[in-house]
C-alpha cells in the first residue's frame, strides 16, 4: 500500500469532515478511496463509450431503430460489468 500526504484549504475542511461523516466513512482516507475508485470506474466507462462511438462511426450508417440499439449496447456493458 502506498502512503500519501497532502494538504487542503481550510474553506475544504470542513465540507469535507460533514460529507464524511454524512457518509458514514470511518475517516478522510475510506471517503477519498471510494472517490478515487469511482473516478476510475467512471473514467473507464467514458473511455469504453468514447471507443463504442468510434467503432460506430467507422461502422457506417445502420438502418434500425436507435433506441434499440442504445438499449442492446447498455445491455452488454451492463453484462460485462456483472
Known amino acids: 500500500m502506498t502512503d500519501l500526504s497532502f494538504s487542503i484549504p481550510d474553506e475544504l475542511a470542513g465540507p469535507l469532515k460533514l460529507r464524511i ?46 433506441t434499440e440499439i442504445i438499449e442492446d449496447i447498455i445491455a452488454k456493458r451492463r453484462a460485462q460489468r456483472a
Open 21 to 66: 461523516d454524512d457518509c458514514g466513512y470511518g475517516n478522510a482516507g475510506e471517503y477519498l478511496r471510494d472517490l478515487v475508485r469511482r473516478d476510475l470506474e467512471e473514467a473507464a466507462d467514458t473511455a469504453w463509450v468514447r471507443a463504442k462511438v468510434e467503432e460506430g462511426l467507422a461502422s457506417g450508417i445502420v438502418d434500425r431503430d436507435p
